[in-house]
């Protein structure tokens, strides 16, 4: 096959993708059952590979046959638009194809990274904050309970979970169904995420919370984990955060602020305060490919802390990937995954191109 010619054909479809895009004429999604795109899309792979003509036919039916998530008329699941720099910034992403576990392999991504942490934690108001982009809003909850877990038993992360210790967590009823799942992964259990009665609005009602954690408390539990929704999913309401830092702070628990979907309003001057106190929670999760529309995935958890992401990590010895040289951090030493990609970049990429400004507007 002619790469050359593919790679040309290639992006002549993208311009005409783009083109259509913003023709609100067009359908969202031109759906088919399974056995239905079976027909028309030969999915599985044969001992022999295909001719030029047949794979440039698979690239167009792949964009025939997909949702179009840059079409205006597409709300399915709180994400959509299209982001011109930020797609520029995944392709010379995937075009470089580096890991973000050291500078060694990926240095200008790993200063990106640590610009958009600082850049991000500045609005957080996280003084000596820290941060790591991660997979998905639900894997920045994970961490963030992991965190709060790590914190109130430390020696967990060489001994496996106690019990014993009987930990609970406290979430809106409305909250997202991913702390269930991180309480399930950590081995504290899903039963052990207790859902605080709302208000009308889908508020966390805080005299329900402070009633729930002292009800916790005499059962004999410990509570260590309590969840600020920044938007919830159905009614997009925002948990009142500085109430919530009080009981808190008088039971001495990690404060936690799910900003997933609706954490981008912190860039508005109009909208912040909805947000208000922010700054005195221990962690906040905040999706730039919901509100800031970058492409999935672009999703970040931000420490108050600085220190705490390593202090996650049982002892690394890996001196054949990590290098201890001065004035360089390797991200990788703060993360749970070795292997991730870079995200930060088209990030970085689209934040350039608009602005502090144009993205607050």
């Given at each position: ?122 609005y957080t108001g996280y003084d000596d904050g820290d941060g790591i982009f991660v997979s998905g809003g639900s ?223």
């Amino acid at each position: 096959m002619n790469e050359l010619n593919i790679l040309s054909e290639a992006f002549e479809k993208i311009k005409k993708y783009l083109h259509n895009n913003s023709d609100n004429s067009e359908a969202v999604v031109k759906f088919k059952s399974p056995s239905e795109l079976h027909e028309v899309i030969d999915f599985p792979v044969k001992q022999n590979a295909v001719s030029e003509q047949e794979f440039l036919g698979l690239l167009d039916k792949y964009l025939e046959y997909s949702v179009k998530t840059g079409n205006k008329q597409f709300v399915n699941q709180l994400f959509s638009g299209f982001n011109f720099p930020a797609f520029i910034g995944e392709v010379f992403t995937t075009l470089a194809n580096t890991s973000m576990y050291t500078y060694e392999v990926a240095p200008v991504a790993t200063m990106i990274e640590t610009e958009m942490i600082k850049l991000m934690n500045s609005y957080t108001g996280y003084d000596d904050g820290d941060g790591i982009f991660v997979s998905g809003g639900s894997n920045a909850n994970l961490i963030a309970m992991f965190s709060a877990r790590n914190k109130v038993f430390p020696e967990g992360r060489f001994i496996g979970y106690d019990r014993n210790l009987k930990l609970t967590a406290f979430v809106n009823e409305q909250a997202h169904y991913s702390f269930e799942t991180a309480a399930n992964v950590l081995g504290i259990g899903a039963k052990n995420v207790i859902k605080v009665r709302a208000d009308k609005n889908g508020k966390i009602i805080p005299a329900e919370l402070d009633k729930e954690i002292r009800d916790s408390i005499n059962r004999g539990e410990k509570p260590f984990f309590v969840v600020a929704t920044c938007a919830t999913t159905l009614l997009g309401a925002y948990d009142p955060i500085e109430e919530m830092d009080e009981i808190c702070k008088t039971h001495d628990i990690w404060l936690h602020a799910d900003g997933s979907f609706g954490g981008s309003l912190i860039l508005s001057d109009n909208h912040r305060h909805l947000m208000k106190g922010i700054e005195k929670t221990d962690s906040f999760a905040w999706n730039p490919h919901k509100l800031m529309n970058i492409p999935l995935i672009c999703s970040v958890l931000l420490l108050k802390k600085r220190g705490v992401l390593q202090h996650n990590i049982t002892d690394i010895n890996a001196d054949y990937i990590f290098h201890d040289i001065d004035m360089i951090e390797d991200l990788g030493t703060k993360s749970i995954q070795c292997g991730r990609k870079v995200d930060a970049v088209k990030l970085w990429f689209a934040w350039k191109y608009f602005g502090l400004e144009g993205y607050s507007k």
